[in-house]
């Protein structure tokens, strides 16, 4: 089989490259010669003690790893496909008590727990309040425009709803939200050197994080209240979460339901703006498939990390244990044996199997219903209240080595 022409060296963990591009042309490449593709890495740049990893870039294979856990595990290290040289063996260790990090069946004890917040009736609780802040928060980015009416629309729009909406399901203070947002930044930024994070600042960012929660979970045992926190940690005997595990629990909500969802919004406003007959048809018909394909475009999590626990086959190729495979989101979004014309944003796209939330299993996302009703409920309000909304500039890019990260959108309000 021949070897697409990959530049040597090309890596597509590559936090130089992500700055710049999804890599979609590479992807296709692969998908069609070699969707099992070994990429070399220099030793311990990505902090791992190995030469590389597999890069899986169909549909259906990187499915079928989501699906057989037993094969490939989140845990061994971790689903993070590449911190940084600087980082080391123990703080990685560390990461593992964070549910994205674990297997079954400590995953499943951990989920089972957690999912008591975002069962539907949880989810419907919320929606009201979520349609307030929403419109609260468009009517603030107007407000506060410039003179000639421009604004970034990341700070402004974006980031508030996933903010105030995790802050409303575990019951922190809308005022503290700002300190989350901080935290979460310093943590998944580290890539970025405009934020001049080291790894060093994430990891005391993640210790506010727990040290903070742990605090909530301590005062929600101490007098519980009719929220989530008050489910999860007030009767540990009882098959609730320990303090340190609610802690871990933040930690994720906070990058995962904070991160992936602001990011999903911005990139969805950027292809409303430059398909703008997608734009009049959201305004006009609202379609429910919308949000769907608004994940399936942005992809928020371009790839994460499984790592073989035995020798295994998958196409053509032997995997050995121990080997790591990155399972690339962005790639499988855009096959073309699963979507008509992936190429295209269409909110009217139907059926959409897109594995925006994962490719099922058990890491499947917890808060898939929660993103949706944010994008849902965001765009509504922006239609409303910003219908002549247009683009200033493109995209000013986050440096990571896999978030599809957007740090800055120009915007006016027309």
Known sequence: ??????????????????????????????????????IAQPPRISGFDDAGYWAVTRHEDVKYISTHPELFSSNLNTAVIRFNETISRDQIEVQKMIMLNMDPPEHTRVRQIVQRGFTPRAIRSLEDALRNRAGSIVEAALANAKSDGSFDFVTNVAVELPLQAI????????????????????MAAYDDPEYAITEEV???AAMEIVSYAMNLAAARKECPAKDIVSQLV???????LSSDEFGFFVILLAVAGNETTRNAITHGMHAFLTHPEQWELFKRERPETTAEEIVRWATPVVSFQRTATQDTELGDVTIKKGDRVGIFYSSANNDPE????????????????????????PHFCLGKSLAVLEINLIFNAIADALPNLRLVSDPRRLRSAW????????????
């Not at 890596?11 to 296709?28: G, I, K, N, S, W």
């Not at 007030?234 to 609730?240: Q, R």
């Not at 699963?338 to 299993?361: A, M, T, W, Y």
Request: hydrophobic residues 35%; glycine residues 10%; charged residues 30%.
């Open 167 to 186: 802050a409303e399901l575990i019951g922190v203070p809308q005022d503290d939200r700002t300190k989350i947002f901080d935290w979460s930044n310093k």
């Open 338 to 361: 699963v979507f008509d014309e992936p190429e295209k944003f269409d909110i009217s796209r139907d059926p959409n199997p897109h594995l925006g939330f994962g490719g099922g299993g």
């Open 234 to 240: 007030a009767a540990e005997d009882e098959g609730n």
């Open 1 to 38: 089989m021949p070897c697409p022409a990959l530049p040597d060296g090309f890596d597509f963990t590559d936090p130089d490259l992500l700055q710049e591009r999804v890599p979609l042309p590479e992807f296709a490449q692969l998908r069609q010669t070699e969707p099992v593709r070994w």
């Open 202 to 204: 994430g990891a005391e």
């Open 403 to 414: 978030l599809n990260g957007v740090k800055e959108l120009q915007v006016n309000t027309g």
